[in-house]
């Protein structure tokens, strides 16, 4: 939406102003970083959009000596890194060059400020300029051109636009919980999957066909052999204690007994600095998702560097487990479309053979009873991360080849039902912000509440509060250009 759609063919009694003929503009200043506290000290501190919310800022530190201030009802709008998005201020508070703080003169409530800022915010955004990063100035705000409206039909304005903002409100949290529904149904299905119920029925019809574990397990044993012949493969773990029962045909086993290699990447020398356009994918832990590699932002390596991390070299249908950091516990598998990638320190490879199929090892991870495990203290596991042994204890329940086939089957066809619900959904959310913003460009072009033609008019309004400030003395009414200057 741009400032000409919104100033275009304003209704009697509106009139064009600027921001600074309608409000006082605090601009932030950051105070001496020793000033600076965690503890409540001071006034809450906002030094930009990190510390806002949907409406409100939530404050992370406090500021014993604050240079500006913004005061309870004030609208904060951030001026820096990102320009536009705005907040409103609960409470006295200090803050810092990132920010300004925005009050309404002559009875012009907080709430329409509110709503015309953020009916405003690309058109600031679009003033932003700098290489590092965008930011406007003062001057820039201060002549932001805006329509105003008569009082009673700015304060018919709100009580509409806030009307129906609460209708989307229960749209998005509606849709928000059948997200989370989306979710547990999932979770629920991978859980029944590894505890053989998902499977139970179809072991019912194939159970000439099953091969029993014992025999399933030798040939498990004997390919271990002869793969890693330094290997000690100790199987037969089933109805360990701790570990729910299985299928009469399942087994417990660690990922120790089953897998070929174990191992992390490292960071290359140099960091970021070495990622290239184009090479070899260099998967992080910020790629990895249960629902599979996300490549959008996937790093590249140079061919070179790729060959000096030959013990990281990942291929097509190994299992990679994020073992540090925030997302430590999530796991995906690498698709055949990858026909060679290489992985960060943050991100395990696990390569079994024939006898476990990758999809059915990972989802297995990605489960209630995989992730207890990861995040649990049976193996010793901490948040902090996971180290190969750790790994290679963690405790998979083994089901014949054929049914973990079945059973992957049945996971991923949830997975694409319930994505696909879940497409719709992010649509539909986002279909809302864009209501948002078709409502509030409704409202500030006079369309959204009808006209009275008995309210005083915007004019009216600017006149009363020019002359407020004359009689206060304020300079920027008495001393600077006149009010001609200012209506458009």
Same mark, same amino acid.
């Given at each position: 939406? !741009?400032?000409?759609?919104?100033? +275009? ?8 102003t600027?921001? #600074? ?14 000033t ?35 005061e %309870? ?31 309404g ?33 003062? &001057? ?6 805006i /329509?105003?409206? $008569? ?14 903002f ?6 998005v ?8 529904q ?8 991978l ?9 139970? &029925? ?12 014992p %025999?399933?397990?030798e040939?498990?044993?004997? #390919? ?13 773990l089933?109805?360990e ?7 009469e ?6 990922i ?5 290699f174990i191992g +992390?990447g490292?960071?290359?020398r ?5 990622y290239?356009?184009?090479?070899? /994918? ?11 590699? @996300?490549?959008?932002?996937? =790093?590249?390596?140079?061919? %070179? ?8 070299? *990942?291929? /097509? ?6 073992i !540090?950091?925030?997302?430590?516990g999530?796991?995906?598998?690498? $698709?055949e479309?990858? /026909? ?10 696990? @390569?079994?053979?024939?006898?476990l199929?990758? *999809? ?5 991870l ?13 193996s ?7 180290n ?10 083994l ?17 694409t =039902? ?13 279909h809302?912000?864009y209501? @948002? ?9 006079g ?5 009275? $033609?008995?309210?005083?008019?915007? &004019?009216?309004?600017? &006149?009363?509060? %020019? *002359? ?14 006149e009010? +001609?200057r200012?209506?458009?």
């Open positions: 939406m !741009t400032n000409k759609l919104i100033m +275009s063919q304003l209704p009697q009694n509106w009139i064009r600027r921001l #600074d003929c309608i409000s006082e503009i605090v601009l932030g200043q950051s105070p001496p970083s020793s600076y506290n965690e503890s409540g000290k001071g006034l809450p501190f906002y030094q930009g959009k990190l510390e806002f919310g949907k409406v409100y800022p939530v404050p992370k530190k406090w500021c014993s000596e604050p240079k500006k201030t913004a %309870k009802g004030d609208i904060l709008v951030s001026v820096r890194a990102p320009v536009g998005p705005t907040n409103i201020c609960l409470e006295k508070s200090c803050i810092g060059r990132g920010l300004a703080a925005i009050r003169f002559g009875g012009i409530e907080t709430l329409f400020i509110l709503y015309l800022l953020r009916a405003n915010e690309n058109v600031l955004a679009g003033k932003g300029t700098g290489t590092t990063f965008s930011a406007i100035s003062g &001057e820039q705000l201060r002549s932001l051109e /329509p105003l409206p $008569p009082l009673n039909e700015q304060r018919r304005i709100v009580g509409k636009v806030e009307e129906l609460s209708y989307l409100d229960a749209g949290e509606s849709l928000r919980k059948v997200q989370a989306l979710k547990r149904c999932r979770q629920a299905v859980k029944y999957a590894f505890e053989g119920k998902l499977t139970e &029925e179809w072991r019912k019809t194939h159970k000439d066909q099953i091969e029993p574990a %025999k399933f397990l040939k498990v044993k004997q #390919d271990l052999k002869r793969a890693t012949p330094n290997k000690l493969a100790e199987l037969g089933n109805n204690s701790g570990f729910q029962e299985l299928p045909t399942w087994v417990w086993a660690t120790g007994e089953l897998e070929t +992390s490292i960071t290359p140099g960091g970021r600095t070495v290239v356009q184009e090479g070899i /994918p260099f998967i992080r832990s910020q790629n990895v998702y249960p629902d599979g590699l @996300r490549l959008e932002e996937i =790093a590249y390596v140079t061919p %070179k560097m790729h060959d000096t991390m030959k013990r990281t070299k *990942a291929y /097509p249908n190994d299992v990679l487990l994020n !540090t950091g925030a997302s430590i999530r796991s995906a598998v690498i $698709p479309k990858l /026909p060679e990638a290489n992985v960060n320190q943050h991100v395990c490879i696990i @390569r079994t053979g024939w006898w199929i990758p *999809a059915y090892l990972s989802h297995f990605n489960s209630p009873i995989g992730q207890t495990q990861i995040f649990g203290t049976q010793g596991v901490t948040r902090q991360g996971l190969y042994e750790q790994v290679r204890r963690l405790k998979i329940p089901a014949p080849l054929m049914e973990q086939n079945e059973i992957v089957t049945k996971i991923e066809a949830t997975y =039902a319930t994505g696909q619900v879940e497409k719709t959904i992010r649509q539909n959310i986002n809302v912000e209501l @948002r913003q078709s409502i509030l460009k409704d409202a500030f072009g369309k959204l509440v009808p006209q009275d $033609p008995d309210d005083e008019p915007a &004019e009216k309004l600017l &006149e009363r509060i %020019k *002359a407020e400030h004359i009689s206060n003395r304020t300079p920027k009414f008495s001393n600077q250009l009010l +001609s200012y209506v458009k």
